[in-house]
């Protein structure tokens, strides 16, 4: 989380740079911060929908499984900050049976 990793010494993130230059509150800064995650992430499935050769969409393929794997290390949090966390989704993703199936 933003507070946790400024506590730790952590460099500026996009949130406290967005606040700096803009004099945004944390939260705004949180919403548009995330407004362009929503942005990059609509032109990244354009791309992959678009591409017309097999090393394009490879090279699409690729940037979007980097894409994911940010999501999923920061999307709730700081992922290197809280490796337990981590820790566990990574586990649960892999290891552990999928229940009602």
Known sequence: MFKDEMERGDISKSIQCYMHESGATED?????????????????????VNAKSQLLQE???????????????????????HPNVTKSHVLSLLFNPIQGI
Do not use: C, P
């Open 59 to 81: 090279t699409v393929d690729y940037a979007m499984d980097i894409v994911r794997m940010a999501q999923f290390m920061y999307g709730k949090g700081d992922g290197h900050g």
């Open 28 to 48: 705004e800064a949180r919403r548009h911060i995330k407004s362009l995650i929503l942005k990059t992430w609509k032109k990244l499935n354009k791309e992959r």
